[in-house]
Each structure stands twice: as C-alpha cells, then as structure tokens.
Nanobody, 127 residues
Framework: QVRMIESGGGSVQAGGSLRLSCAAS????????VGWFRQAPGKEREYVAA????????TDTNPVKDRFPVSRVNVKNTVYLAMHSLKPEDTAVYYC????????????????????WGQGTQVTVSS
C-alpha cells in the first residue's frame, strides 16, 4: 500500500521551531513534486509549501512566507518542512502528498493535483 508518513509534529510555544519529515512508504518521490498542506479545526485544507522534483524550486504561501523552508533528500526519499517563528495560527494537522505528474516544470498549489495522502502530524502552538 502506498502512503505518506508524516512525523515531527508536537506542541511548542509561539516563536519556537519544529521540523516535519515526510517519507514515502511503497513508492518513491523521485521525479515528483511534493507538497505540504495543513488543516486547522473547522477549516478547509490549505496549501503551505512545496518543492519541485529536482529541488531547484520551492514555493510557499503568504501566511508562512520565509518561515517554513522546504527541502528534500531524494536518496533518502524524504522531504522536510522546517518551521520557524511558529505562531498560534499555525496550529493544524500537517500533511504531505506527491503531485500526480512526473517531472513537472511548475509547482501546483491545488490539493486536487496531489495524491497518496498520509494521516498527518499534529502541530500545536501555544501563545
């Protein structure tokens, strides 16, 4: 069974840091863009950041601009989301997923383009 495995979540105080990891079980990330999304209670899932298959391009959304760099180590089949200067509004379940297309030139921020979603990892930021 193919699935993503997110880890690294936890509870921190505002201003703290966490590093999330995303590993693939039953598949490889090689050749695929990988995105991070989050869902807070009572809200829809939203795009956070993503990295291109060759790691030459990344994107992030305005609420996390320059605070959540994303990286990948293809030989380890793992993608990371480093979370800095955390805020209470960052509290959510964080998910990673792989874009359905191989070697895309652009990064898609639409969750519908991604698949093999994992169970997510909870991030809680207290004020």
């Amino acid at each position: 069974q193919v699935r993503m495995i997110e880890s690294g979540g936890g509870s921190v105080q505002a201003g703290g840091s966490l590093r999330l990891s995303c590993a693939a079980s039953g598949r490889t990330f090689n050749g695929y863009n990988v995105g991070w999304f989050r869902q807070a209670p009572g809200k829809e899932r939203e795009y956070v950041a993503a990295i291109r298959w060759d790691a030459l391009s990344t994107t992030d959304t305005n609420p996390v601009k320059d605070r959540f760099p994303v990286s990948r180590v293809n030989v380890k089949n793992t993608v990371y989301l480093a979370m800095h200067s955390l805020k209470p509004e960052d509290t959510a379940v964080y998910y990673c997923a792989a874009d359905g297309s191989m070697y895309p030139s652009d990064i898609n921020i639409n969750a519908n383009a991604y698949g093999d979603w994992g169970q997510g990892t909870q991030v809680t930021v207290s004020s």
